[in-house]
């Protein structure tokens, strides 16, 4: 079994926050994953939330009952004052135990690794894939040994991709090698069509062959592969329930997926008897336990359906019509 980062366990059990701190890079990989809501635009997020202003980031860190904090983007080097400015604040407000990862497409200069000295964790390169085979001439090594030698741990993260052995010259300088399982996503599907690739089955966005190109690699223990459905069900779904388990109100279930499930009856004026304990009204319609939906009102007049949705207001999921 490979040994993990902190990173990667924290992120196992859904407790890191995504911050998406720029959209901008300045490399242009054919496989980039980012949406063409967010690529190549200066905007930033926590999870799912624009962020405006500080309080943004750490009201999203609470809800999730983060316990570390994973920085991406586009290229967060593009902006490190700003990767300052966030590592200080969260670091500042939930202590030093808070982890911070950050990803980054380049290797940046020993003074940009001094700035973020004891403020980021780990640190995880991804050289770009044109490269890979003459990676120990590049400036990587150099990058990656001086934030070693400022206490990060230091992991290469990749995506899957064929020639992927030239890395392994790497290995000894590393702390940790993760490789991501390439994802097709609307903003590479042209790129990877134009590559003979295509998606491994009708159910996820895995690319098929991508696990076959890291075969040999991933004999070594320091390699960690990260399959899509591990982020897109387990990682999701765990921080989803920690999302839930903070905000959901005391009528609606929370499911296994960390959805929540309530009932509605929309009525109008013509309001039943509520307990203002367990239902909550807003203009015409209640909402309450779907339980209680079911068994009590079923009778009475008005419109009534099940409500499936994501934590703390998210998206609905399912609407059930009774
Ligand atoms: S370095 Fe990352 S963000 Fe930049 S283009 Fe490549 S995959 Fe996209």
Redesign the pocket.
Known sequence: MPVLSKGCRLCFRGAKMVLFIT?R?????W????SSER?GKDTAYANDREIRCDEDVLDEARIMSALGTGI????PFLVPERVVHYCRLLKGTFGDGHHIHI????APGNDVLDAIAGLVDEIRF?P?HEIWPDIMESTFPRAIRHARSLGMEVTVEV?SLPGIDALEPLMDELDFFNINELEWSETNAHEMRMRGLDLEDCYHNAVGGAEDWTRELRRHEKVHWCTSTFKDSIQLRERLKRIAENTARSFEEITDDGTVIYGVLECGADMPDIDPETMEVTGGRVEMAWWVLTDDFRDHPGKKYVVERYPNNGMIVEVIPL
Do not use: A, F, Q, V
Not at 31 to 34: L, N, R
Not at 72 to 75: D, K
Not at 103 to 106: D, S
């Open positions: 959209g890079c300045g490399r242009s990989c496989y980039c994953p980012i690529k991406t983007g586009g290229e990803y980054t497409g380049i991804h770009p995506p």
